[in-house]
């Protein structure tokens, strides 16, 4: 079956550190890849998405994400953190045949000052 | 250029009752996805409505329906309230034919439904 997965359910850096979050996708082909962000109580917002060619991706806020299909893993990174940058980070794949994305069960970011 | 919104925000209702959420999609796309977020656990996928039809489904019962209307908003209806049927709601809208961005689903601020 095909599914997402985020081995890290909860990470915590400090303000002005490095972030990288992981993504691993179970699918036969390859699939569109998403990673969005939610703030508590709040929807989700798409921070960038991946179909296809360059495998580095930018997205909004500083975040760029890497997808490398050897590792069948798109991984999202920050060089560096900002404290509004704490939510819960989801990553997705469209499963093109249905139509419906496939989240991750998400990691949630903490960020220290 | 407003987002994807719904309505109503929070809902609290009983075992057994029913209950009809609204959403209305970003200007300019035609096709709605409604998903599921259960508290700490990661959207699960409803329904898609394109052309006032039911074009997917996922693992959900039948009291969970649906309807597009001609202006592409939509509606959720659930039956028959279970107490596990309490979760946050969340409607996302798309574009069935803008080139660049296919795919992409952009999510409104969900509802939150209570069952007591």
Redesign the interface.
Known sequence: AQS?TQPDIHITVSEGASLELRCNYSYGATP?L?W?VQSP??????LL?Y?SGDTLVQGIKGFEAEFKRSQSSFNLRKPSVHWSDAAEY?C?A?D?G?????????TRLQVQP | DAG?T?SPTHLIKTRGQQVTLRCSPKSGHD?V?W?QQALG?????IF?YYEEEE??R?NFPDRFSGHQFPNYSSELNVNALLLGDSALY?C?SSSSVLAG??????????T?LTVL
Not at chain 1, 41 to 46: A, E, F, I
């Open positions: 997402v569109y998403f969005y109580g709040q929807g989700l917002q798409l998405k179909f989801f997705a469209l093109t249905r139509r419906a994305l496939t989240f991750g069960s998400g | 994807v719904q096709t996805s998903y656990q990661g959207p699960q996928f898609q074009r997917q996922g969340l996302a961005v296919r795919g992409a689903q952009y999510f409104g601020p969900g939150r």
